[in-house]
Nanobody, 116 residues
Framework: QVQLVESGGGLVQAGGSLRLSCVAS????????MAWYRQAPGNQREFVAY???????NYADSAKGRFTISRDNAKNTVYLQMNSLKPEDTAVYYC??????????WGQGTQVAVSS
């Protein structure tokens, strides 16, 4: 079993920054990649960014140039540095981990609110 715990959300003004963290625990030794998704009220959950076990990254177009995903394997932690935040970035941000083949896990989410 895998547990993911996010932190770092909050309220910030447009143009500000936040860093989200996700700590993983449990049977994670064979994880494939970790990612961040977000879900705004009334919208479907959408992909933000992922990072592979060996450090490869990919971003949604909305995140490119503003968000950076990174990980610390020694701490079993993935981060999402979010800069130049916009009101449309307001959402609940979820941590995701894929372990092995087809074993997907989600965190409980952390709220990010960006005021204009």
């Amino acid at each position: 079993q895998v547990q993911l715990v996010e932190s770092g959300g909050g309220l910030v003004q447009a143009g500000g920054s936040l860093r989200l963290s996700c700590v993983a625990s449990g049977s994670i030794f064979s994880y494939n990649h970790m990612a961040w998704y977000r879900q705004a009220p009334g919208n479907q959950r959408e992909f933000v960014a992922y990072i592979t076990r060996i450090g490869g990254t990919n971003y949604a177009d909305s995140a490119k140039g503003r968000f950076t995903i990174s990980r610390d394997n020694a701490k079993n932690t993935v981060y999402l540095q979010m800069n130049s935040l916009k009101p449309e970035d307001t959402a609940v941000y979820y941590c995701y981990m894929l372990v092995g083949v087809g074993n997907a896990y989600w965190g409980q989410g952390t709220q990010v609110a960006v005021s204009s």
